[in-house]
């Protein structure tokens, strides 16, 4: 079992694995932007897929600390976007998985 990169929430300091984790990037423009692939150059920070630390975020400019750049309205609402985005994909996947059990008329093992 290959070990995954783990790194912290910049707000809630939750340690994660790094796919678990939204990763906001600022690149040598000062650019902010989501980066759903963790693969853009330039500095990075790492939010928990939630609302919560999404607002707490806001609020507290700890996101824009980490990054030393201020952060518009739009770009929050973009992370916004991808954190719903990602909620509902899970939400919907999980419903599949029971509802793919329950056709099978026996117990989902695994």
Do not use: F, H, W
């Amino acid at each position: 079992m290959k070990n995954l990169p783990q790194r912290s929430c910049v707000i809630c300091r939750t340690q994660k694995n790094k796919n678990e984790l939204l990763r906001i990037v600022k690149n040598k423009d000062n650019i902010v932007k989501v980066d759903e692939k963790g693969k853009e150059p330039g500095r990075g920070a790492y939010i928990c897929y939630s609302i919560e630390c999404l607002e707490k975020a806001k609020k507290t400019k700890k996101l824009e600390n980490a990054l030393n750049v201020n952060i518009s309205d739009k770009t929050y609402n973009e992370i916004e976007n991808a954190i719903k985005n990602k909620l509902l994909k899970e939400t919907t996947s999980s419903s599949q998985q029971s509802a793919n059990g329950k056709k099978s008329g026996g117990d989902v093992i695994g």
